[in-house]
């Protein structure tokens, strides 16, 4: 009963739908956003990538 009645303090379904709208307007911002940075994570990931392997070139001629 108790953990019941705890569960119900955190848990709330509005009659009225259009309490949803923020929420999902929020969701959908910071999915959009969490989507932007990844990808741009990946795109300095490559530069950062090229900029390796051209080193690693660079290193292995000096060598040879």
Do not use: C, G
Request: charged share 20%.
């Amino acid at each position: 009963m108790l953990q019941t009645f705890v569960i119900n303090l955190f848990l709330f379904f509005p009659k009225d739908k259009t309490a949803y709208i923020p929420a999902f307007i929020s969701l959908s911002i910071f999915t959009l956003l969490a989507i932007l940075v990844f990808l741009w994570i990946i795109k300095v990931n490559k530069k950062q990538e090229e900029k390796a392997v051209a080193l690693e070139r660079k290193i292995k001629n000096k060598h040879y």
